[in-house]
T-cell receptor, first 115, second 114 residues
Framework: DTGVSQDPRHKITKRGQNVTFRCDPISEHNRLYWYRQTLGQGPEFLTYFQNEAQLEKSRLLSDRFSAERPKGSFSTLEIQRTEQGDSAMYLC?????????????FGPGTRLTVL | AQTVTQSQPEMSVQEAETVTLSCTYDTSESNYYLFWYKQPPSRQMILVIRQEAYKQQNATENRFSVNFQKAAKSFSLKISDSQLGDTAMYFCAGGYNQGGKLIFGQGTELSVKP
């Protein structure tokens, strides 16, 4: 099985620019999650999808953040008008099933640096 | 609200010895799951072990076991016969069975020394 993949692995952008990240989950995994991890901290939940439906969004996900999973397969996370505080590792995970008992498999992450 | 707390930012252990990483959680829900994840340097996070909060029996996976104290809301990870490859950040996490999100602790950086 191919694991969760994320693209790009690194992104450097200037403050005010828009960025978009892509996550490809493990094939047939119906759930897809986005987390953000800053240096030295644990991941913080942003949002998750079950198939194409976005079931929960964190209050951390301001209006500048939007996530989609249009066909229930890959997902994109867009950040508009980036700020220096957006610099972090953005992690994607996927799972098969509908409960917490189902293992979340994480991707390698996209490291965002906002200058 | 649910919280997960790890109070040991760093720990070290000699190869082949045993080490215990601490974690406490706070939730009023009974249908709760607890996890330990490992994040090796520059590599992706992988699940080490999982515990259903409604089960009394402590989970075990090879050299990894948990000490789950429900009344104290404590969920510690014991690593036996530590190996150099165990060097990593370890995160404790929890989540409700009917939900999707994991709440992570701050992490413990474990170094296994030869």
């Amino acid at each position: 099985d191919t694991g969760v993949s994320q693209d790009p692995r690194h992104k450097i952008t200037k403050r005010g620019q828009n960025v978009t990240f892509r996550c490809d989950p493990i094939s047939e995994h119906n759930r897809l999650y986005w987390y953000r991890q800053t240096l030295g901290q644990g991941p913080e939940f942003l949002t998750y999808f079950q198939n194409e439906a976005q079931l929960e969004k964190s209050r951390l996900l301001s209006d500048r953040f939007s996530a989609e999973r249009p066909k229930g397969s890959f997902s994109t996370l867009e950040i508009q008008r980036t700020e220096q505080g957006d610099s972090a590792m953005y992690l994607c995970a996927s799972s098969y099933g509908t409960s917490m008992a189902d293992t979340q498999y994480f991707g390698p992450g996209t490291r965002l640096t906002v200058l | 609200a649910q919280t997960v707390t790890q109070s040991q930012p760093e720990m070290s252990v000699q190869e082949a010895e045993t080490v215990t990483l601490s974690c406490t959680y706070d939730t009023s829900e009974s249908n709760y799951y607890l996890f330990w994840y490992k994040q090796p340097p520059s590599r992706q996070m992988i699940l080490v072990i999982r515990q259903e909060a409604y089960k009394q029996q402590n989970a075990t996976e090879n050299r990894f076991s948990v000490n789950f104290q429900k009344a104290a809301k404590s969920f510690s990870l014991k690593i036996s016969d530590s190996q150099l490859g165990d060097t990593a950040m370890y995160f404790c996490a929890g989540g409700y069975n009917q939900g999707g999100k994991l709440i992570f602790g701050q992490g413990t950086e474990l170094s296994v020394k030869p």
